[in-house]
């Protein structure tokens, strides 16, 4: 009678025929490019972007966004050399289409976001509005340049309103509730502009959105320069297994390893790391049937 097989071998074997197919990371998301710290799902990314930054789909393309406790906001550009993105909030006013302002725009103080290069214009206050002292003077004539458009109708107010119901609120500073409370300041709307082009004076041809800078601890600095720049350079994206939120490389071939992804990621000093990961991260791409096939070749063989 041969002998019973090893325990390792049966528990290797117990893996490759119960883990089930899970959520696999990818670097795009719709037209936009998803890197490190950002990531489409969780276990992708940054473990602390990933309560606030999500790819969703509306059943035809999909889109990155920011939630926050005021609502979910579309990111329409990411720059990851300055670390910086842009918003466009559903509830801005632009010189094409102005509304009232339904909900505040707000961001969550424990995120990792602060405004940056964003001027904000209030709309349809009451006045005296210029009189406080959250207005600058200095930039008045961005409220009678945006009050030549048309859309202003659409705030209940005539065409060609008088400027004093019209705020340039700089510096931008969130109530304590991290939000742009328009009913305190007894305002109707705000347009928010991150460029006036060159042409300051023409609201048709400022760029529209709210920027923001993003930020990670030193820690996590370290991560990018040793191991996340190491892991995207050989194709890999970077995420995280738990628990411990440790760093891990996700793969294309299917198998997640905490180095990179040359040479398949397969050698002696991997394999450990990557059996690891891929049995305790479930919110990790799992290992192709190739995958296992290859890892358990090579322990079987050094098993007998």
Known sequence: MAPPPPPMLLFLLFISSTVAATITCRDTCGST???YPFGTGPGCGSPHFTPYISCTSNGTSDQLTLKTHTA????????????????T???????ISMHTSQSNFGLDWAAPFQITSTTFILLSCQPPIKATPICD?????????????????SLGMPLFPSANTCCVYSPANLDGKGELDLKAMKCGGYASVVSLGDTPTDPTHWVYGVNLKFSYGALESNYVTSKCNTCEYSGGICGYATPGDAFVCVCKGGYNTSLDCSNNGFNQNQLQDYLWDSYS??????????????????IVSSLF
């Open 33 to 35: 490019q998803v890197k």
């Open 72 to 87: 979910s906001y579309p990111i329409t550009s990411i720059s990851y050399p300055t670390s910086t993105l842009s918003l």
């Open 89 to 95: 909030p559903p509830t801005m006013s632009t010189c």
């Open 137 to 153: 003077p200095s930039l008045d004539y961005l409220c009678a340049s945006i009050y030549t458009c048309p859309s202003v109708v």
């Open 281 to 298: 991260s479930p919110t990790m791409s799992t290992p192709s049937g190739y995958g296992w096939s290859f890892i358990l070749a090579g």
